[in-house]
């Protein structure tokens, strides 16, 4: 029988593995979108105070720039603000590196590392820097949302992340012509979009309701069609200088803008703007219904070329990225023929400024130029997954907009008093569990582009209703778009998306509190 010493350690040991025991590893934070590798290293966390440096290289402008966005986050109330340097420092900081060589980071991926002694975030280009910065920002505690309460130190835990996104294109589109928002309104869609890490802002300018978008030597548009919207409200547009503020605001949030006029259908705020667009030259009424599918431009007048292309040339001239929309859905009013003469032409128009052409999933049906890209939103219908296919192989490719799970018009559940309901109820849940490869068949992977979560306006008309209409589901729509299928899963997910709620009510988003997430309890912490 041991002696009392011997019993004594004994036992002292048997506590201690006990007390290990019975310490709950340290869980993983609560990323949304999740990055592709998370190690939670444990140990003390880094504090940001209002004295943290942040670290570029010397002449490194874009890093500066991002880290200034950082620093907007950080600012308190009282206008401290952590200092940009560029300079080593030997007090915990916060390094942000660009390497043109890390090839395995991509142009969105990054790597983070934080433990006490300071963080360290390395992109390949500007892009990963900032969706670093997001991730880093995700892990600070909610409270950092809300400027008046950051007068308290920032904790974050110690972690290893490397992280690059599955898809290229992860997106929203915001019809602003059924409902006008103005400039403020898009640049507050846009910063929500960006802590996600979604990289398009797909604004739909035009329909039936309202023209969005001012065109020089064309007045007509924003005079006429510019001045109604759904139920009869003033309605609105971007003047040029609108909208080349909005473009370079995403731009500096790494977003694209995709602008879409759509056409031939959903047209009656041109035509009764423009009357030679009508057969008959007669302009008709405006129009403040939601009824679809009534109207089309008249195919065999040169004069509705002369329109596309003023309108393509100027919207291709003040927009940076590679693509313009023209949209070609619910066009009932043309014969097939028809149809596919004018989206030939309107292609053409496209490519000769310079961008490529989008358009919903019915411009499938008609020839489309190498090149082109079809954003499907009926995958269910075996025509579509035939002729998506059929574009596929002669060089399109393809963004998935499933209405039956991300359009965010559609009502979450039966509650909500906002929303339509002709594609099903879209819940949280719908928006988050499925897949891109495979929802058409036949499409590989290597054909798809991305994801992209349409938001109609039909019931929406205040910044705030498109706020409760995208979140929470905007959210498993970013993850749908950036994280490997691999590892995903609803039951897991559901609990981290819970604990972006004080996040988000820092932040004042008026946001669904749908039934299917284990919201928390109490406020902001």
Partial sequence: MPGPSRLIA?????????????????SAP?????PLQLEVVGGPPFVFTSRTPLVVEPGDAEARRVAGLLVEVLRTSDEGAPPVVEAETTTPSVRLLTQSTRDDLGAEGYQLSV????????AAAPAGLFYGVQTLRQLMPPRVEYTAARHRPLAVPAVEVTDRPRFAWRGMMLDVARHFFGVEDVERV????????LNRLHLHLSDDQGWRIEIPGRPALTEVGGRTEVGGGPGGFYTTSDYDRIVR???ERFVTVVPEVDLPGHTNAALASVPELNCDGVAPEPYTGIRVGFSSVCVDREATYAFVDDVVRELAAR??????????DEVRELPPTDYARFVARAQAIVRRHGKRFVGWDEVAEVDLAPGATVQVWRPQLASTGQAVRRAVDAGARVVLSPSDRIYLDMKADSSMVLGLTWAGLNGVRDAYDWEPVGMVEGVPETAIRGVEAPLWTETVGTVRDVEFMAFPRLAGVAEVGWSPRAGRSWDEYRLRLAQHGPRWTALGVSFFRSPEVPWPLGGVE
């Fill in 115 to 122: 433990s006490a002694q300071g963080v360290t975030l390395t």
């Fill in 10 to 26: 004994l036992l002292a040991a048997l506590l201690a593995a006990s007390s290990a025991r019975s310490q709950p590893a340290p």
């Fill in 190 to 197: 846009v910063d929500l979009m960006a802590l996600y890490k």
């Fill in 249 to 251: 605001y995403a731009a």
């Fill in 30 to 34: 609560a990323l949304i979108p999740m």
């Fill in 319 to 328: 927009t940076p990225g590679d693509e313009v929309h023209l949209g070609g």
